[in-house]
């Protein structure tokens, strides 16, 4: 069994003269990965809060639950991303087994398609007219995850599988307005109504869970090459649930 560790370098990595073997992949393997990021965002549970809220004291909550009424769809958006990672490995003849922290910065930002939606119920001698629209956001999300990585040696090659907590950030915001438009059923002056939720912040902080896959490729002692697939997936923070793939290459240098 052999340890080795590591640290992550994001640009050029000059190779240094260690004594050992050329077979460099049987070690930790920290890089500097550049990559391209696609998130998406399923928001269309995220106004139910706001509005439930905001109509709380409310004979038409009770009655006709328009915090269940979906407002909101989805959003996707693909960017370019960077970051680092840094760990360890040990080595059991070709089998590699490994911590790594892996952390990403992605420039990704989603925005809720709004679908508002109108419907009218009977409010006892009344009719109401209801409508919801809202907005929903997520942007400057970066995130790091911890994984155990396991590996097999194929001469300079080493395929490697990965699974790991997720933490992140992101800024969230969720905001809904009920509008109500009461009149009476027999005839006579209507009455409107607004009403405002808003949920998320900036700073949410965010947990889920990485698995993937990748090579590393050995072109020096020292030196190697990555590239990897990384799913992500967070658990829902404010009914926004978010996930993220990701594709990337880096370079990384061990010792």
Not at 38 to 52: C, Q, W
Not at 113 to 121: C, E, S, T
Not at 185 to 191: D, I, L, Q, T, V
Request: glycine letters at 12%.
């Amino acid at each position: 069994m052999r340890w080795v560790v590591c640290v992550a370098l994001l640009l050029a990595l000059v190779p240094r003269a260690f004594a050992g073997d050329y077979d460099i992949l049987r070690g930790a393997q920290p890089v500097g990965p550049y990559g391209w990021s696609d998130a998406n965002a399923d928001f269309s549970n995220a106004t139910s809060g706001p509005v439930a809220y905001a109509l709380r004291f409310t004979t038409l909550e009770s009655q006709d639950s328009p915090s269940t009424w979906p407002v909101l769809g989805t959003a996707d958006h693909g960017s370019s991303a960077f970051g680092a990672f840094a760990g360890y490995n040990t080595q059991w003849q070709d089998l590699i087994l490994g911590l790594e922290a892996n952390y990403q910065h992605t420039l990704v930002t989603l925005k809720a398609q709004n679908n508002p939606i109108a419907r009218v119920v009977p409010a006892g001698s009344d009719t109401d007219t209801v409508s919801i629209t809202g907005s929903g956001s997520v942007s400057n999300l970066d995130f790091l995850s911890l994984r155990a990585r396991a590996g097999w040696v194929l001469g300079n090659f080493l395929p490697y599988g990965f699974v790991g907590f997720a933490l992140g950030r992101a800024d969230i915001a969720v905001a809904a307005n009920v509008s109500v438009l009461q009149c009476p059923s027999g005839g006579g002056a209507c009455g409107s109504f607004s009403f405002d939720g808003s949920a998320g912040k900036s700073g949410e902080l965010l947990y889920g869970f990485a698995v993937g896959g990748g090579m590393d490729v050995a072109l020096t002692p020292n030196i190697f090459v990555r590239g990897e697939y990384e799913y992500t997936r967070f658990a829902p923070i404010a009914n926004v649930l978010l996930t993220v793939t990701s594709a990337r290459v880096g370079a990384g240098f061990k010792f």
